[in-house]
């Protein structure tokens, strides 16, 4: 039965209010506690083997990296990373672009290995998405909104790829190739950040010999999660 004496309501507000204070330190910490999630995606796959020079096969060392990546990444707190395939298979890019969609995870890092630009082009290159898309007709203020949070993505895309390049400085120095915008068939369109690493060139012969070293693919593994990590800190 129902207590409803005077003593027993000011009882049960005096358990309100200390319920409410008690909540109010829990809620800040889950607050702090955000889950963040990466989509890796390791480029090519099965019989696609992307760019193929000497030893190094691009789908292989996607592949490497993209394992050494989610390995490094359980060190952290709070940090999830889920891949676009963990095995040599192929995986086309619909295919990927709808694990994105489903996944929703906070960003997209897809990986390739470069190749071409005659043998002595080396070095690394992040690309985000370009801005060639434009919204035509449709309701107007549709429009806007959609193109405000099309911007949104466009902004941490490259707040992104410029944490990523800042980053892979600390294990190729001064091999950055610049922050490049381009049309991306993975990317374009989809609803949140992503960036796109040409890790070195295959073509190459010192790149080559770097990235074909488990020690350095260790130490771009590191420096990727360290730089994601920093990218989530900074997020408004
Ligand atoms: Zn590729």
């Not at 809620?27 to 190094?56: C, M, N």
């Not at 898309?133 to 707040?159: C, F, P």
């Not at 960036?195 to 693919?217: N, Y």
């Amino acid at each position: 039965m129902a207590c409803m004496n005077k003593h027993c309501m000011r009882y049960g507000i005096i358990t309100l209010v200390l319920l409410t204070i008690g909540l109010v330190p829990s809620l800040g910490a889950s607050a702090q506690q955000k889950r963040y999630t990466v989509l890796i995606d390791p480029a090519h796959g099965g019989a696609e083997t992307g760019v193929v020079s000497d030893k190094l096969r691009e789908k292989d060392l996607t592949m490497n990296l993209a394992l050494l990546i989610r390995q490094e990444a359980k060190q952290k707190a709070n940090f999830d990373v889920q891949l676009t395939r963990s095995d040599d298979r192929a995986v086309t890019v619909a295919e990927r672009r709808k694990a994105a969609a489903v996944l929703k995870p906070d960003c997209l890092l897809s990986l390739h290995v470069n190749a071409g630009f005659g043998k002595k082009a080396s070095g690394y290159e992040v690309y985000f998405p370009g801005f060639q898309q434009t919204i035509v007709g449709g309701n107007e203020s549709a429009a806007i909104l959609k193109d405000m949070e099309k911007n949104k993505y466009l902004n941490d895309s490259v707040r992104l790829a410029q944490a990523i390049q800042t980053g892979l400085e600390s294990v190729f120095p001064r091999q950055g190739r610049g922050l490049r915008d381009a049309p991306s068939p993975l990317l374009d369109g989809l609803t949140m950040p992503g960036v796109i690493v040409e890790i070195g060139f295959a073509t190459h012969q010192e790149d080559r010999k770097k990235l074909t070293d488990e020690s350095v693919q260790r130490a771009v593994a590191r420096a990727l999660v360290a730089d994601l990590w920093k990218y989530f800190q900074k997020m408004p």
